[in-house]
């Protein structure tokens, strides 16, 4: 079955530090890959999206590239605000199966 | 913009009670889904429906229930509460399609049966 690995966290960074959360995947097939991030109190959101290979999904400054010869998703910002602080979860979606799967989340705490 | 609401931010309920929550969202979306968000689980289908009347079991029925009467309407119930049923849940819709389905969230329901 298709299965989303997510870095554990906590991550706890500085004002202005690189990100990076790592996400790799199982799946049959070649999945559509997301990035929602879940702010505190609230619900999820999408974050950014590549639906094939070698694709590059962009938003708010945060950027992910669909690496398929190492089943990859990895989330990257150069530059993280205080206002990022968030849940970031890494997902798939598969052929006409209308369900995403989820990884566990990763927690990021921003720092001023 | 997709907008999904939720009848309730918080609910407290006690055990056996019989408890519904609501979903409705406005953008005409066939599919619709219920999660459960639990620390360290991540997030749990429960259920999902790709039309109206029609439904699906996801990763964890057990002990609940759902209902598609209208397609904008998704309800969730929970037909004798537990206290292990105290969570986080989070309804989504998508529209038609397969593939690459983008999912619209609701704000959460945060359940609390003592």
């Known amino acids: 079955g298709n299965s989303v690995t997510q870095m554990e966290g906590p991550v706890t960074l500085s004002e202005e530090a690189f990100l990076t959360i790592n996400c790799t995947y199982t799946?049959?097939?070649?999945?559509?890959l997301f990035w929602y991030v879940q702010y505190p109190g609230e619900g999820l959101q999408l974050l950014l999206k590549a639906t094939k290979a070698d694709d590059k999904g962009s938003n708010k400054g945060f950027e992910a590239t669909y690496r398929k010869e190492t089943t990859s998703f990895h989330l990257e910002k150069g530059s993280v605000q205080v206002s990022d602080s968030a849940v970031y979860f890494c997902a798939l979606s598969y052929g006409s199966n209308y369900k995403l799967t989820f990884g566990k989340g990763t927690l990021l705490t921003v720092n001023p | 913009d997709v907008k999904v609401t939720q009848s309730s931010r918080y609910l407290v309920k006690r055990t056996g009670e019989k408890v519904f929550l609501e979903c409705v969202q406005d953008?005409?979306?066939?599919?619709m889904f219920w999660y459960r968000q639990d620390p360290g689980l991540g997030l749990r289908l429960i259920y999902f429906s790709y039309d109206v009347k029609m439904k699906e079991k996801g990763d964890i029925p057990e002990g609940y229930s759902v209902s598609r009467e209208k397609k904008e309407r998704f309800s969730l119930i929970l037909e004798s509460a537990s206290t292990n049923q105290t969570s986080m849940y989070l309804c989504?819709?998508?529209?038609?399609?397969?593939?690459?389905?983008?999912?619209?969230f609701g704000p959460g329901t945060r359940l609390t049966v003592l």
């Open positions: 953008m005409d979306h066939e599919n």
């Open positions: 799946a049959t097939g070649y999945p559509s």
């Open positions: 989504a819709s998508s529209g038609p399609g397969v593939g690459y389905n983008e999912q619209f």
